[in-house]
């Protein structure tokens, strides 16, 4: 079993700055999956943000790009999200999450199918 847990959400003014935490725990070691943050919003899908893969290589949803950084610690299996200049409709419930397998490609590409361990996420708050 395997279990996310994030933090670091609050309530910011448009153009503030958050930081988010994802911590994994469990027996299954992370190895070389993909790891990565969605956004969700009521009534909507999760939309992907932004993923790592064990080597660095990221991937930025192309609305968030120069603004959200990435990051992972294998040691401490534990992923991070900085995100800067945040806008009013960025605001959401944020989950991290973990792929079910390595990646064929070395590329975590940002889509639903490919996670399968979640979070229960962390709410982001953006008032204009």
């Known amino acids: 079993q395997e279990q996310l847990v994030e933090s670091g959400g609050a309530s910011v003014q448009a153009g503030g700055s958050l930081s988010l935490s994802c911590i994994k725990s469990?027996?299954?070691?992370?190895?070389?999956?993909?790891m990565a943050w969605f956004r969700q919003v009521p009534g909507k899908q999760r939309e992907g943000v932004a993923s790592?893969?064990?080597?660095?290589?990221?991937t930025y949803a192309n609305s968030v790009k120069v603004r959200v950084t990435i990051s992972r610690d294998s040691t401490k299996d534990t992923l991070y999200m900085q995100m800067t200049n945040l806008k009013p409709d960025e605001a959401g419930m944020y989950s991290c999450?973990?792929?079910?397998?390595?990646?064929?490609?070395?590329?975590?590409?940002?889509?639903?199918?490919?996670?399968?361990?979640w979070g229960q996420g962390t709410q982001v708050t953006v008032s204009s």
């Open positions: 790592i893969a064990t080597d660095g290589r990221t």
């Open positions: 999450a973990v792929a079910v397998a390595p990646s064929d490609s070395g590329i975590c590409y940002l889509e639903r199918r490919f996670f399968g361990v």
């Open positions: 469990g027996v299954t070691p992370t190895g070389r999956r993909c």
